[in-house]
């Protein structure tokens, strides 16, 4: 057991080979992390005012989550799919990143397979296509409503798997995978994750809705013309 | 280590504690489950018969997809989720069915995290969910293709899931959950869990694609009125 008392992270007597403790703060983490999002929330303001100012309140606001979500997913999470077996040892940014993180769901340092499996789909499938949906949002595309049910069952089921795994885990086999100070569980791992269960459920519950309203007025406009049709026939 | 060498599944140290051997053999189990499939089947086409005649082939299909796929869930499926805390002890017709599928994958005999919360999602989600899904297509709802897009995402999402973190185990932590005999790695484990990778994958395909060509209709129309208004408004 190489390295047993010198890591912050859950179960704590888990091994974890070279670990490399952080040397940035949490607050420098967080901060160029919220950079980040302010300025691409910023450029897609920008990008939406340019090429389609008519969009909706929802739709504009529902382009920001794609574009914000797609690079979530490619970067953040691609980068973890990407270096998954050495996470403990890594130091840049994403490294420094992940291991703060990491305190909620020690899943992260291990290289969990389910993890590994929900984040490398998430990373690299739900990733670019959140930024062709945002594309689609854009234009007004008649596959809007399909990707989006695509893609927000995918990030509504992973993110609800990742809930439930760590209950099961807590439940039945008595594993806390958080540290239990109250940030770390109710902040990253309930606050953070919980966008990707409450937006998706919305994006589901409207495209659905909108979907059916669709095929309704198409089965009436078919019924009417059947009518017609018979009408015709019989004069 | 209670039962170490006396159970047949893999990795062999596995500890099971209470494990009792089937009695049933392999061709018993395989043959009432078929039986199901038929009568199911046999129903299905009844009812497909007498509510709905005129249903494309392909939606005759479908329909008997979504109900043998929902009673799987709801009950095979079912049963798992309820009882996966003493799956090796269990010994009535289920029971010893979970135990000859578990040869090819041990996670259902140790009550592994992910296996529970997938199969419990796809049992009590999934599951219910095709049985409205097979209404809504003898019926032509509305509702069909987004339900049908909902509930085929998460039927293959979970199975690619279900097959990645077995390859990430045997990739990057060399643990085997099935036993090495190609009978249970490539008829059970790789052949029985394919059809929800295919049929999935196609269902989603053909929704999507439906779905754009009502909604690509929908805005011509929209663009046709739009047009009739400025012409009327000019004349």
Known sequence: MDSVPHHPFYPLGTSLTGYIANDWSMSAIFGVFGGCLVTLFTLTRQLNQSLNPHLSRRDQALLIWFVLSGFIHLIIEGYFSVNHTRMPT??????????????????YMTGDSF????????????????????W??????????????????????????????????HAEKSVEYSRPEALYFWGYFMGMNAF????????????????????????????????????????
């Open 90 to 107: 890594l130091t840049d940014y994403l490294g420094q990143g992940w291991k703060e993180y990491s305190k909620c769901d020690s899943r």
């Open 115 to 134: 993890i590994v499996s929900m984040e490398t789909v998430t990373a690299f499938a739900w990733g670019p296509l959140c930024l062709v949906e945002a």
């Open 136 to 169: 689609f949002i854009l234009i007004n595309s008649p596959w809007r409503h399909p990707l989006q049910m695509l893609v927000s069952v995918g990030q509504f089921y992973g993110d609800l798997l990742y809930f439930a795994t760590v209950l099961v885990e």
């Open 196 to 235: 990707w269960i409450i937006i998706p459920a919305y994006c589901i519950a409207t495209s659905m809705k909108e979907i059916a309203e669709v095929f309704k007025v198409a089965q009436s406009q078919k019924g009417k013309l059947a009518a017609n049709v018979v009408e015709k026939k019989r004069a």
